[in-house]
Structures are given as structure tokens and as C-alpha cells.
């Protein structure tokens, strides 16, 4: 669309510019002819007609076609404790390309019938939350070590 309206732009303004032919400075007087395009004279005020430079369309980055009457929602909804268990319903370009509603169903009841087993089985979670470990505490020998090479080697024993 930008493209075509860059090349109509750039024609109309090509289309504008009337060549102008330098008068003839003769001394006899001139012979009755037709006007021809090289005689034609530019109107008043147009004289300085400036041409538009290249017109280049750049490609979107997206794959999605740039939609200009789009509805923008102005309200942007911060996350919230129920966002995580949300989740859109597919469109059905995606239903489409993952094999239709059938394979999604069938998928959907193999990812349910193994929750069920791993829940019957007592085993673990296939996600789990990550849980920090205390930091390491140092025997009282490991201590007295790091001492003593801090004061051979000049390094600093951090302050307890």
C-alpha cells in the first residue's frame, strides 16, 4: 500500500514538472507559429517546483500485516494472580496448523491422563518452583584453615 502510494507521489510530482526552454534572444521579429510544449510557460508561483526524492518501503519486522484501524487498547492490565492460569483459546489459524480440533483434544487428554498418573503415582511435579538453598556454612577446621591462609597470602577474613 505504501509503495504504491510512494510511486503515485513520485509520478505526480515527475507529471508537475514542465520543461522550460531558455528564451531565444532574436532581434527580428518572430514568425506566427503554434505553441509548442518546449514555449509553454510555468504559472505564476510554481516556477520553484520541487521534486519528491526515492521512496523506499520497509518491510514490517513481524509477520503480522500492519492494520492501521485496529482497535489499541489504551488501558494496558498490569499481571495479576490469575493471569497465570489464563490462557487465550486458540484462534483457528491455530487450531488449523496444529491438526484441528481432534489432535488438540487428543493431546489435551494424553497431557491430562498423565498428570493422573503422576499424581497417582505420588511422583513429582513435572513443574516446580525453585527453592533456595541456605548458603554454605563452614566447620569450625575449615574456618581455621581460611584463616591461616589469609594471613599467609594478605587477604581479608570477612567480618561475622
Aim: glycine letters at 8%; charged letters at 20%; a negative charge.
Amino acid at each position: 500500500m505504501l509503495v504504491v502510494l510512494g510511486a503515485l507521489a513520485c509520478f505526480h510530482a515527475q507529471a508537475q514538472q514542465v520543461p522550460v526552454a531558455p528564451p531565444a534572444e532574436t532581434t527580428a521579429a518572430p514568425e506566427a507559429t503554434l505553441p509548442t510544449d518546449q514555449d509553454a510557460q510555468l504559472p505564476a508561483g510554481q516556477d520553484n517546483v520541487t521534486t519528491l526524492g526515492e521512496v523506499r518501503a520497509i518491510k514490517p519486522e513481524d509477520d503480522e500485516p500492519l492494520d492501521l484501524y485496529r482497535f489499541k487498547n489504551p488501558v494496558q492490565a498490569a499481571p495479576n494472580r490469575f493471569s497465570k492460569n489464563w490462557s487465550e483459546p486458540p484462534t483457528p489459524e491455530q487450531v488449523g496448523m496444529s491438526g484441528g480440533y481432534l489432535m488438540m483434544g487428543i493431546g489435551y487428554g494424553l497431557m491430562k491422563a498423565g498428570q493422573g498418573l503422576n499424581k497417582l503415582t505420588g511422583g513429582p511435579d513435572q513443574i516446580q518452583s525453585a527453592i533456595a538453598r541456605p548458603p554454605p556454612e563452614l566447620t569450625e577446621q575449615e574456618r581455621q584453615r581460611a584463616a591461616e591462609y589469609c594471613a599467609i597470602n594478605g587477604c581479608t577474613a570477612p567480618e561475622r
